[in-house]
């Protein structure tokens, strides 16, 4: 008989947990932590056992162990949603009992390490990607992103040039210990105007035990040949306890992406990003301060910026780039046309218990986004600025009041208003220059009782787009938009293995500045857009519901979703394409109409053996154009993947090793409307009328492989990752892509991750 021992500490502020369960599935024997988070378990006949770890306020972790002699095996719980949310959303407590969610953390999380944010979320089932090209990403939630889609970054709405679908979240993950994402507008404490959902990118709590702690990242990719090295160190002091501070920064340099056939010209990236976070804080008051820059370089695929209409349909015609794009060779540079952009974010938050009633927070925040877009140069003698040159200031204040549990009930009410300015743009005209004021108000309770949770929302707010002009003193009408928003829903327990969450929301968004007014090249995306100044609020009536089973094998979340969306507003191709200066790019206008988005999504994991685990997802969206009787453009297809992990057994150097092959079917999309305005010619000379300037793309299907282990060198641990992406190279468009006019997607990417955590704890 062996004996099973160790220790179970907090993720997030590396506390040892008393009181946390340890329950050994296969023998039925459970044991609780002492004061000083140890357990101990006598009797063990050598064999494989599966763990399950459980504290009061954290997330279940399950773990898989191989006894063959006394083991000596440490666990860290991350915390619970709610608990998170009171850190990283201004305090607010229980915000998401009733919404719906996933979550990527832990090695999975670690598995993302030097993707964008955008591509590090397409793990989570019903998220998906808007692309521009190889190196530019914005989520896509059941069918809808950027403006619809919030993203918090360390709880602070990103705020920037997010009118575009290669304006891609100036957000650095590597700065989270966890990324979120909240399905639906199911949560009014982040915005009515996140029809789609929220996406949070979460740091870890600063350190609260005496010490110096860091880690290095470190990512290396065969495609683009791209390396990154990130990391933190951060610290907290025996004198002065109450007081913690971190520092975090990332380099990244990548070149030309390949596809199976050639190189994308002029796609390469450069990025450098930073953070700096102290903290000063006890029980019943703190204030904590949080400073973070990102500064990106990113070039624009050559073969999209055609110099004249001929050439641009007979490229999409052809669906391959001209001969000079095919036969270039691999390079660094980054030449003209690219975009560069700057983020910096200031955030202060404040707290002050309220006595046993709850706590006050306050958080100010300040940002500013300037963003250079730099076209190709006509002439050698041409000037070297930018084309587009424009600068965003966003100031926001949120005062919130979380009360503790009153007869049953505990909630949050709280208002929230920004200030935002758009800068006078330089060189051409896209948007006009623009002012924006919102503010709002909302409430929101929660009632748990034995099995259920239920939960209400109220939030009611007010935009307004004035003193709207562009540099030859042309003027714009000012708009003003006000609304009230409302969520309900509630989550009932059958058993411990399965419960069952409904949420209903009304939510609703005003249009964009760019929605309104754009006029002109969008130079990124390579497409002419025009905006429509009529345009009224969206207002989105939605249903979500989810069950959540899981029994000793099976993990099975599987989730249904309706969305009534009136006055949708979405970027439709016109023709005929236009000839600028610049050469010849689509074109687009923004038009409404009223829009049904049904689906579902299905997470579905079992557990074979104690080392095989067998995992499948399905994403799969039916967008309908309620006015025209037919199917909306651009809505991402059905997706399926298919997954099969097998996890060694822990030896003295090699632990948490594992290897893992994944198939992602992404099928054709054919839900497109039956005709529109383009003009196309058939072989036989007769002119047809397609609703886009390509039909969508053919159904793919990737491999990918992954593997990855804990290797430990003495005392000192080592994280290793190895990951292959479209392991045969196969050649493919995406139709969510941007650049599928003009190029195939990525080829094959081979990755290899290293972490290194560091900490010296002081006496």
């Known amino acids: 008989m062996f004996r099973l021992t160790g220790v179970v500490t907090d993720a997030d502020n590396r506390q040892r947990l008393s009181g946390a369960n340890v329950l050994i599935r296969e023998v039925r024997k459970a044991v609780s932590t002492d004061e000083d988070g140890r357990f101990k378990v006598e009797g063990l006949c050598a064999g494989s056992y599966n763990l399950l770890i459980t504290h009061i306020g954290c997330q279940p972790l399950e773990a898989h162990?191989?006894?063959?002699?006394?083991?000596?095996?440490?666990?860290?719980?991350p915390h619970a949603q709610g608990q998170l949310s009171e850190v990283t959303v201004v305090g607010t407590a229980n915000t998401r009992g009733t919404g719906i969610s996933g979550e990527i953390k832990g090695r999975q999380l670690e598995a993302t390490r030097g993707l964008t944010l955008g591509e590090s979320l397409k793990q989570v089932p019903g998220v998906s990607v808007l692309q521009t090209g190889s190196n530019i990403y914005k989520p896509v939630i059941h069918g809808l992103h950027s403006n619809r889609v919030l993203i918090l970054n360390n709880g602070i709405r990103q705020e920037g040039q997010q009118w575009g679908s290669e304006h891609a979240p100036e957000v650095d993950p590597y700065i989270a210990n966890r990324l979120t994402v909240i399905k639906g507008a199911s949560s009014l404490r982040y915005g009515a105007d996140a029809i789609g959902g929220v996406v949070l990118v979460e740091p870890r709590l600063l350190p609260v035990n005496p010490g110096i702690y860091g880690e290095i990242n470190s990512a290396f990719f065969s495609n683009g040949r791209q390396g990154v090295i990130s990391g933190i160190v951060e610290g907290n002091a025996r004198k002065i306890p109450a007081f913690s501070w971190?520092?975090?920064?990332?380099?990244?340099?990548?070149?030309?992406?390949?596809?199976?056939?050639?190189?994308?010209?002029?796609?390469?990236?450069?990025?450098?990003?930073?953070?700096?976070?102290?903290?000063?804080?006890?029980?019943?008051r703190g204030v904590e301060v949080f400073y973070?820059?990102?500064?990106?370089?990113?070039?624009?695929?050559?073969?999209?910026?055609?110099?004249?209409?001929?050439?641009?349909?007979?490229?999409?015609?052809?669906?391959?780039?001209?001969?000079?794009?095919?036969?270039?060779s691999f390079s660094y540079s980054i030449d003209r046309p690219y975009q560069e952009v700057h983020h910096q974010?200031?955030?202060?938050?404040?707290?002050?218990?309220?006595?046993?009633?709850?706590?006050?927070?306050?958080?100010?925040?300040?940002?500013?986004?300037?963003?250079?877009?730099?076209?190709?140069?006509?002439?050698?003698?041409?000037?070297?600025?930018?084309?587009?040159?424009?600068?965003?200031?966003?100031?926001?204040?949120?005062?919130?009041?979380?009360?503790?549990?009153?007869?049953?009930?505990?909630?949050t009410i709280g208002a929230t208003a920004s200030l935002q300015k758009n800068e006078s743009y330089k060189q051409r005209l896209f948007i006009p220059n623009y002012r924006a004021y919102n503010a709002g108000v909302f409430l929101i309770e929660k009632w748990s009782h034995a099995k259920w949770i239920l939960e209400g929302g109220l939030r009611y707010d007010i935009r307004s787009i004035y003193d709207v002009s562009d540099n030859q003193a042309g003027v714009y009408d000012d708009r003003y938009f006000s609304s009230m928003s409302g969520s309900a829903g509630f989550t009932y327990r059958w058993?411990?293995?399965?419960?069952?969450?409904?949420?209903?929301?009304?939510?609703?968004?005003?249009?964009?500045?760019?929605?309104?007014?754009?006029?002109?090249?969008?130079?990124?995306?390579?497409?002419?857009?025009?905006?429509?100044?009529?345009?009224?609020?969206e207002r989105a009536n939605s249903w979500l519901l989810n069950?959540?089973?899981?029994?000793?094998?099976?993990?099975?979340?599987?989730?249904?979703?309706?969305?009534?969306?009136?006055?949708?507003?979405?970027?439709?191709?016109?023709?005929?394409?236009?000839?600028?200066?610049?050469?010849?790019?689509?074109?687009?206008?923004?038009?409404?109409?009223?829009a049904r988005l049904t689906g579902l999504d299905l997470s579905a994991g079992y557990a074979i053996t104690a080392h095989w685990?067998?995992?499948?997802?399905?994403?799969?969206?039916?967008?309908?154009?309620?006015?025209?009787?037919?199917?909306l453009i651009q809505m991402p297809a059905d997706r399926y993947e298919a997954e099969l992990q097998y996890d060694f057994g822990n030896g003295k150097k090699l632990q948490d090793s594992y290897v893992k092959i994944n198939l992602q079917q992404v099928m054709k999309q054919t839900r497109v409307p039956d005709s529109g305005n383009i003009e196309k010619q058939l072989p036989d000379g007769t002119i047809t009328l397609q609703p886009d300037y390509a039909p969508p793309p053919g159904a793919y299907l990737l491999t990918n492989a992954e593997a990855g282990t804990k290797l430990m060198m003495g005392r000192q641990p080592l994280f290793l990752v190895l990951s292959v992406n479209n392991l045969f190279d196969v050649a493919y468009r995406d139709y969510m892509n941007a650049f599928r006019y003009y190029a195939l997607d990525m080829g094959r990417n081979i990755g290899l991750r290293v972490k290194i955590p560091l900490g010296v704890k002081k006496q």
Do not use: C
Request: charged letters at 25%.
């Open 345 to 411: 974010l200031l955030k202060i938050r404040s707290y002050l218990a309220t006595g046993n009633a709850g706590k006050l927070n306050l958080v100010l925040s300040g940002q500013y986004n300037n963003r250079m877009e730099f076209d190709m140069r006509k002439f050698q003698s041409s000037s070297n600025v930018p084309q587009l040159d424009l600068g965003i200031n966003t100031g926001n204040a949120d005062l919130v009041w979380d009360h503790n549990s009153w007869k049953g009930l505990r909630g």
């Open 65 to 77: 162990i191989h006894v063959k002699e006394d083991l000596r095996q440490d666990f860290v719980l």
């Open 246 to 284: 971190r520092l975090q920064g990332t380099l990244k340099k990548g070149g030309d992406a390949k596809t199976p056939d050639y190189w994308l010209v002029n796609s390469g990236v450069e990025e450098y990003n930073f953070s700096v976070a102290a903290g000063l804080q006890n029980a019943h």
């Open 495 to 537: 058993r411990d293995d399965l419960k069952t969450t409904l949420n209903f929301s009304s939510a609703w968004r005003a249009p964009q500045v760019n929605e309104l007014y754009s006029d002109g090249l969008h130079h990124s995306s390579a497409r002419v857009e025009k905006g429509n100044p009529t345009l009224q609020p």
């Open 613 to 631: 685990k067998a995992a499948v997802k399905a994403s799969l969206l039916r967008a309908w154009d309620k006015q025209a009787d037919d199917w």
């Open 547 to 594: 069950f959540l089973y899981n029994p000793s094998k099976w993990d099975i979340d599987l989730g249904f979703y309706y969305k009534d969306i009136n006055d949708f507003i979405y970027l439709a191709p016109t023709y005929p394409p236009v000839l600028t200066i610049r050469g010849a790019f689509p074109a687009f206008e923004y038009r409404q109409t009223n």
């Open 292 to 328: 973070s820059q990102f500064n990106t370089k990113l070039g624009i695929f050559k073969g999209a910026h055609i110099g004249n209409v001929t050439d641009l349909q007979n490229i999409i015609d052809r669906q391959e780039p001209s001969p000079e794009i095919k036969n270039a």
